[in-house]
């Protein structure tokens, strides 16, 4: 499976946009770039996917980089709800997902 | 639609006993996944069925675990003989089989053993 890379954690003020990247280096032609969120004693939450272009859903946005090698999942205006680990996964379409260990945003009030 | 259902929430039992798990999943949803997750980790893949087929095996699922979806709908996840190494959350996911892989996770079962 193709790997991905982002940082352990990062923090962010609440109202103010939030900035998530994602290295994926090897990333193959077909692999999808997926984001899910878990928040604390929950399962993970779909929030956006992408192949290509850049993607907006109610949740957040989705810049992908021209060589797809690397991604952004932009939070317009964080709240404390979305303090959670964040996973950025690829896969080619539906089959299984290969989590990593995540970013874990904490929101500052 | 009530969204992915897992029963129970929380299990605590003996090491050597065997635990089983349900999974209910969105109705209409034809795949449906098994994950585990352990404490500061992502959840791993277990297995998958599409309907009632499982079509593909973690060799992290030992032959001290199955799984089952008889009729295509619900599913079990059976522990036997469990060990402390099983002390895991076990997630449940299912997606409509034709789109981009968009998962819909429970809330897990927590199993402790004791």
């Known amino acids: 499976d193709a790997k991905t890379t982002q940082p352990n954690s990062m923090e962010s003020n609440e109202e103010e946009p939030v900035h998530l990247p994602c290295n994926h280096s090897?990333?193959?032609?077909?692999?999808?770039i997926h984001w899910y969120r878990q928040l604390p004693s929950q399962g993970p939450e779909y929030v956006i996917h992408?192949?290509?272009s850049n993607v907006n859903n109610r949740m957040a946005s989705l810049a992908i980089a021209e060589d797809r090698k690397s991604s952004t999942l932009i939070l317009h205006r964080a709240t404390l709800r979305d303090a959670a680990v964040y996973y950025c996964?690829?896969?080619?379409?539906?089959?299984?997902?290969?989590f990593g260990t995540g970013t874990r945003l904490t929101i500052i009030p | 639609d009530t969204g992915v259902s897992q029963d129970p929430r929380h299990k605590i039992t003996k090491r050597g006993q065997n635990v089983t798990f349900r999974c209910d999943p969105i109705?209409?949803?034809?795949?449906l996944y098994w994950y585990r997750q352990t404490l500061g980790q992502g959840p791993e893949f277990l297995t998958y069925?599409?309907?009632?087929?499982?079509?593909?095996k973690s060799r992290l699922l030992s032959d001290r675990f199955s799984a089952e979806r008889p009729k295509g709908s619900f599913s079990t996840l059976e522990i036997q003989r469990t060990e402390q190494g099983d002390s895991a959350m076990y997630l449940c996911?299912?997606?409509?089989?034709?789109?981009?892989?968009?998962?819909?996770f429970g809330q897990g079962t927590r199993l402790t053993v004791v």
């Open positions: 109705s209409e949803h034809n795949r």
């Open positions: 069925f599409q309907n009632e087929a499982q079509l593909e």
């Open positions: 996964i690829l896969g080619a379409g539906n089959e299984k997902l290969t």
């Open positions: 992408g192949l290509t």
């Open positions: 996911a299912s997606s409509p089989s034709r789109d981009s892989w968009v998962g819909f």
């Open positions: 090897t990333i193959s032609g077909t692999d999808y």
